[in-house]
């Protein structure tokens, strides 16, 4: 089986723009969740979709947002970026409910 | 609030050694599951073991193995015959198994360089 892709791998923005990465879970996979890395706060939670719904979501401002299609694809929205969302945006996807695999990420730069 | 702490920030061990990375975590949850991830330079996480909590036998994954006390709520990962390509940032990861959360809670990471 293919593993986690995320796409694109490396995006420059600045500052006020908005940005949209997507994630594609491996097959079979109904949940996806993502994270924020960043090397002062760590990896943070951001949300979790199952079945298109999004069930959990973490402390982020309202600007993070998600959605998850029907063939399991997610994707994750930034609006307004600003300099501090430039992080490593790591997806992971499960078909049990706790063993999370996860896609090579996503480097947003923000400038 | 469920909490992961990692006290080695940066760990070494020589090539062929065994090498153990400490985690203890919070939680008054009864049941829950734990992880250690591996972050190698590409930036890729890496699953290298998972362990149930109400599993009382110690999970192992070839030259990986956990020492895992529930009461005492820790979680260390002992790396055996320790390889170059095991240099890499070390995650302990928390999740609550009694509601569908899909939410990992990491630790700050233990940093280990394998030297030759």
């Known amino acids: 089986k293919a593993g986690v892709t995320q796409t694109p791998r490396y995006l420059i923005k600045t500052r006020g723009q908005q940005v949209t990465l997507s994630c594609s879970p491996i097959?079979?996979?109904?949940?996806v969740s993502w994270y924020q890395q960043t090397p002062g706060q760590g990896l943070q939670f951001l949300f979790e979709?199952?079945?298109?719904?999004?069930?959990n979501k973490g402390n982020f401002p309202g600007r993070f947002s998600g959605r998850q299609f029907s063939n399991s694809r997610s994707e994750m929205n930034v609006s307004t970026l600003e300099l501090g969302d430039s992080a490593l945006y790591l997806c992971?996807?499960?078909?049990?409910?706790?063993?999370?695999?996860f896609g090579p990420g996503t480097r947003l730069l923000v400038l | 609030a469920q909490t992961v702490t990692q006290s080695q920030p940066e760990m070494s061990v020589q090539e062929a050694e065994t090498v153990t990375l400490s985690c203890t975590y919070d939680?008054?949850?009864?049941?829950?599951?734990l992880f250690w991830y591996k972050q190698p330079p590409s930036r890729q996480m890496i699953l290298v073991i998972r362990?149930?909590?109400?599993?009382?036998q110690n999970a192992t994954e070839n030259r990986f193995s956990v020492n895992f006390q529930k009461a005492a709520k820790s979680f260390s990962l002992k790396i055996s015959d320790s390889q170059l390509g095991d240099t890499a940032m070390y995650f302990c990861?928390?999740?609550?198994?009694?509601?569908?959360?899909?939410?990992?809670?990491f630790g700050q990471g233990t940093t280990l360089q394998v030297k030759p």
């Open positions: 992971a996807s499960s078909f049990a409910q706790e063993t999370q695999y």
């Open positions: 097959s079979g996979h109904r949940s």
């Open positions: 979709y199952f079945s298109e719904t999004q069930r």
């Open positions: 939680t008054s949850e009864s049941n829950y599951y």
């Open positions: 362990q149930e909590a109400y599993k009382q």
């Open positions: 990861a928390f999740m609550d198994g009694s509601s569908n959360t899909g939410k990992l809670i």
